[in-house]
Nanobody, 119 residues
Framework: VQLQASGGGLVQPGGSLRLSCTASGYIFRINSMAWYRQAPGSQRELVAKIIEGPRTHYADSVQGRFTISRDNAKNAVYLQMNTVRPEDTAVYYC??????????????WGQGTQVTVSS
């Protein structure tokens, strides 16, 4: 299984950006997907996650500005980033807890996509 993230780039403060991540390979079921980010000199932190329901969870710093969503038919997860701030600058990583069979679940990471918020 591979996770391929895309959509990063340079955006001005107050602007919007949409990240996408698609899982490929032999997938039995995707149990949860999430976006993490890591800024220079900082630890990787959870930005948002989505599980069956769907139910979502957001970091306090992005609540009300970012929206995570899933397209189960495409094995994809998205992160709509609105009203971005310079402190949102980071490498964003896609993450998934994916079953490859009824009895085996693994964690997978995408390669990361750079988001830079600057005027």
């Amino acid at each position: 299984v591979q996770l391929q993230a895309s959509g990063g780039g340079l955006v001005q403060p107050g602007g919007s950006l949409r990240l996408s991540c698609t899982a490929s390979g032999y997938i039995f079921r995707i149990n949860s997907m999430a976006w993490y980010r890591q800024a220079p000199g900082s630890q990787r932190e959870l930005v948002a996650k989505i599980i069956e329901g769907p139910r979502t969870h957001y970091a306090d710093s992005v609540q009300g500005r970012f929206t995570i969503s899933r397209d189960n038919a495409k094995n994809a997860v998205y992160l709509q980033m609105n009203t971005v701030r310079p402190e949102d600058t980071a490498v964003y990583y896609c993450y998934g807890k994916i079953q490859v069979s009824p009895n085996y679940e693994y964690e997978y990471w995408g390669q990361g996509t750079q988001v830079t918020v600057s005027s």
